[in-house]
């Protein structure tokens, strides 16, 4: 009977690996990550580095569909589609819409044949032309915009979801910010020590919740950083 169950087991794991690995097969977005991250920086918007060894991606996204030949809006992103499964395998200087001037700079993209199939291309390229939009480019800028408008402290608190457990006024599955920052009023190294390695058993009416440790997750510079800045409130 056990050895039954143990088989059953087995199975089951062994169909659901297997459905597992064909989804991952054709995640566009894991796909790009793996197979073109390691030339073109695939931020949206890009950073730019000095040495890049590509365009980024949302650059050539933006360089396909604004060059691309096509009778018709919705004949642009299959088109598309097909330079991208065309050109990773078979790049060349006359077919790049690369300008003269940094494809000299980058040289010509080494072909990815036997790297890549073309059903993960049409996965990849998919993924590519949906999610490289001006639209998705202007709502990451407004979100960085707004990050950048923030005092550092309580970035890194969004950021890190502090703000699920704690308010600033308000006790919620941790206690308020308001309260914290009148217990340790001159104890900024208390408040420093509780985030880098959690806390419990501190409050009343806490007990049994555990703040979470981020000593791992935040450098010692970001913890002062976010202790000042509860100290603050
Ligand atoms: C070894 C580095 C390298 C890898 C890996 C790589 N690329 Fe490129 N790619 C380049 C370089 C360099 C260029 C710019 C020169 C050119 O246009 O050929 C480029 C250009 C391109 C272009 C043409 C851009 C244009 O404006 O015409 C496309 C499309 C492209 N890459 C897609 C991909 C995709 C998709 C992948 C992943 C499957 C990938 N690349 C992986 C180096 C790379
Ligand atoms: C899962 C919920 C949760 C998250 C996420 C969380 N906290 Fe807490 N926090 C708590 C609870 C619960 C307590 C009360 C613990 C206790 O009684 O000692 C607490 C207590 C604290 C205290 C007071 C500790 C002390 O020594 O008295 C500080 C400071 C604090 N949190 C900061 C943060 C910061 C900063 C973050 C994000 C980096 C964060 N918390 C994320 C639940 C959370």
Known sequence: MVYKILLFCALLFAISGCQIKQKSNFDG?????????????????????QDE?????????FHIKDFI??????????????FVKDYVIYPSAAKSFCDKKSLKSYG??????????QDELQAIAEYMF??????????????????????????????????????TGKDLVGPSFHKIALRYKSNLQ?????????STKKWKGYHGVMMPAF??????KEIKTLAQWIQNH
């Open 29 to 49: 977005e894991k796909l790009l990550k793996q197979k073109c991250a390691q030339c073109h920086n695939l931020d949206l918007p890009p950073k730019t580095f």
């Open 190 to 198: 208390s408040i420093e020590k509780s985030i880098k390695n959690g």
């Open 69 to 82: 030949k096509a009778s018709s809006t919705s004949d642009k992103i299959p088109k598309a589609i097909d």
């Open 53 to 61: 060894k590509a365009p980024p991606m949302m650059a050539v996204a």
């Open 108 to 117: 010509v993209m080494p072909s990815q044949k036997g790297k890549v199939t």
């Open 215 to 220: 000593g791992k997750k935040l450098s010692d």
């Open 130 to 167: 949906a999610h490289y939009t001006v639209k998705n480019m202007n709502d990451a800028q407004n979100l960085q915009n707004k990050l950048n408008a923030m005092p550092a402290g309580h970035r890194i608190a969004l950021q890190h979801n502090c703000l699920s457990c704690h308010k």
